[in-house]
């Protein structure tokens, strides 16, 4: 279980520094002219956009380094639990967009995202 978690961690946290990189470093409206998966970005401000791109990078580190640096990894299911916080929030924004099929995919981060919360908190932890 310990390996499932790792290799959660890492494609994670692989996805959350594309994604969060691409909202940090594309203006607002490249990243709305990707696609319809990005026309979310629509109803943020620049500043916000941006932020959740930082957020997103920063959960993502914190998927990896604190376990692997063994410098404070409770660090870990924390960033697990702020990714899991920023996929209700995706998932609500495309519940209210009405882009139910675009909505699979977050909730698929999601469960991922809980799933590496609930096993480095609970009995996977690196405090054991």
Same mark, same amino acid.
């Given at each position: 279980?310990? $390996?499932?978690?790792? $290799?959660?961690?890492?494609?994670?946290?692989?996805?959350?520094?594309?994604? #969060?990189?691409?909202?940090?470093?594309?203006?607002?409206?490249?990243?709305?002219?990707?696609?319809?998966?990005?026309?979310?970005?629509?109803?943020?401000?620049?500043? #916000?956009?941006?932020?959740? #791109?930082?957020?997103?990078?920063?959960?993502?580190?914190?998927?990896?380094?604190?376990?692997?640096?063994?410098?404070?990894?409770?660090?870990?299911?924390?960033?697990?639990?702020?990714?899991?916080?920023?996929?209700?929030?995706?998932?609500?924004?495309?519940?209210?967009?009405?882009?139910?099929?675009?909505?699979?995919?977050?909730?698929?981060?999601?469960?991922?995202?809980?799933?590496?919360?609930?096993?480095?908190?609970?009995?996977?932890?690196?405090?054991?």
């Amino acid at each position: 279980m310990n $390996i499932a978690l790792w $290799i959660v961690a890492g494609l994670l946290a692989i996805a959350y520094v594309a994604g #969060g990189g691409g909202k940090v470093v594309l203006t607002k409206e490249k990243l709305i002219a990707l696609g319809p998966s990005a026309e979310w970005a629509e109803e943020f401000s620049t500043g #916000g956009v941006k932020a959740i #791109g930082a957020l997103e990078v920063l959960a993502a580190v914190g998927l990896i380094l604190p376990a692997v640096l063994d410098i404070a990894p409770v660090l870990v299911p924390l960033a697990a639990s702020g990714l899991v916080l920023i996929m209700i929030g995706a998932t609500i924004t495309r519940i209210r967009r009405r882009e139910y099929t675009l909505m699979a995919l977050d909730l698929v981060y999601l469960a991922l995202a809980a799933f590496v919360a609930w096993g480095r908190f609970g009995p996977y932890s690196f405090t054991d």
